[in-house]
């Protein structure tokens, strides 16, 4: 595990071993986070273990002094046959045409998670979190997909640049609406603000 310091919270790349082990510590957060039921992390488990084989996929980690987990951030390369491909291609294709699902399906990255413990919200870990992961991915492109009216996570990929490719989009048997965001890679450096 190859770890930097920022503040009291250190943040490490997770191997695909200390993904596993940590995994119910992760869905911990992501449950608590999305304020989902008891129970989905059962069934998320074997979603999250089959992603982490996936070509291109990496994990950032933010611990704290006791190397408790704060929040991660996981994704990988995008390809056809994943179904969140398909999702979003079947969007882009309906709404926008083969030009935009191609230039925006062509060579991305998918942000598929990034949660921060909810009494560590809002102190600059989860834009951390995102420009760590992101930092030398070699796709053109970001996507990923959020609910629509999430503010915390809204706000955090607006200033970081992430501009609209669907808005409310339904995937299927989801009856949310979503958004799908992306921009291009590399990311720009923080603003002086941050
Ligand atoms: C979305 C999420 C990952 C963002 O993580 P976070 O750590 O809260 O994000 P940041 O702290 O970087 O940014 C959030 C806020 O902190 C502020 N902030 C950033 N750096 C800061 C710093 N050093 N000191 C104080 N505040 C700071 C930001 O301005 C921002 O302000 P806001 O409170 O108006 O939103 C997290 O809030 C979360 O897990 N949410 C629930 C799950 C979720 O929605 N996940 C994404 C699903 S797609």
New binding site residues.
């Given amino acids: 595990m190859t770890a930097t310091s920022s503040g009291y919270t250190r943040f490490a790349r997770l191997s695909q071993a200390e993904f596993r082990a940590r995994l119910p510590e992760a869905l911990d957060?992501?449950v608590s986070?999305?304020?989902y039921p008891d129970g989905t992390a059962e069934q998320r488990a074997p979603m999250w273990l089959t992603h982490a084989l996936r070509e291109g996929w990496r994990c950032v980690a933010a611990l704290d002094e006791e190397d408790t987990l704060l929040?991660l951030?996981y994704g990988y390369r995008g390809s056809v046959g994943q179904w969140w491909h398909e999702q979003v291609r079947r969007g882009l294709l309906q709404r926008e045409g083969q030009e935009a699902a191609s230039r925006w399906l062509g060579d991305y990255f998918e942000l598929t998670?990034?949660?921060?413990?909810?009494d560590?919200?809002?102190?600059?870990?989860?834009?951390?979190?995102?420009r760590r992961l992101l930092d030398g991915v070699d796709n053109a492109r970001v996507l990923?997909?959020?609910?629509e009216g999430?503010?915390?996570?809204w706000?955090?990929?607006r200033?970081v640049g992430f501009a609209d490719v669907l808005r409310d989009y339904y995937f299927a048997g989801d009856p949310r609406a979503f958004a799908i965001l992306g921009r291009t890679l590399p990311l720009d450096p923080p603003t002086p603000s941050?």
């Fill in positions: 957060i992501y986070a999305m304020r929040g951030a998670e990034i949660h921060v413990r909810p560590q919200q809002g102190a600059g870990i989860g834009e951390d979190l995102l990923l997909s959020t609910p999430t503010s915390r996570a706000k955090l990929y200033r941050n």
